[in-house]
């Protein structure tokens, strides 16, 4: 039950229950549950207590440092140099 434990952990981070019967946390168990969605009402609900989302998709991307696998052999292979000695 999928739809159970997103409503829990909308708890968790701070959600009281809804109005909205469409919402995840309306506060009993409807079959629009079956199929997780989040309605506009709990989005507008964890907004209000954690802020609207300000970093675009994309930029994520090019703020991670991309290390190479070049690396890593080489580092790997000084090791051995050294454990063999």
């Given at each position: 039950?999928?739809?159970?434990?997103?409503?829990?952990?909308?708890?968790?981070?701070?959600?009281?229950?809804?109005s909205?019967?469409t919402?995840?946390?309306?506060?009993?168990?409807?079959r629009?549950?079956?199929k997780?969605k989040?309605d506009?009402?709990?989005?507008?609900?964890?907004q209000?207590?954690?802020?609207?989302?300000?970093?675009?998709?994309?930029d994520i991307?090019?703020?991670?440092?991309?290390?190479?696998?070049s690396?890593?052999?080489?580092t790997?292979?000084?090791?051995?140099?050294?454990?063999?000695?």
């Amino acid at each position: 039950m999928i739809s159970v434990a997103a409503h829990e952990l909308g708890h968790s981070l701070g959600l009281g229950h809804s109005s909205v019967p469409t919402a995840i946390m309306y506060p009993y168990y409807t079959r629009t549950w079956e199929k997780v969605k989040l309605d506009p009402d709990d989005i507008a609900g964890i907004q209000q207590i954690y802020g609207k989302h300000t970093i675009q998709t994309n930029d994520i991307f090019y703020s991670i440092e991309i290390k190479t696998l070049s690396k890593l052999k080489t580092t790997v292979y000084d090791i051995k140099k050294l454990l063999v000695r």
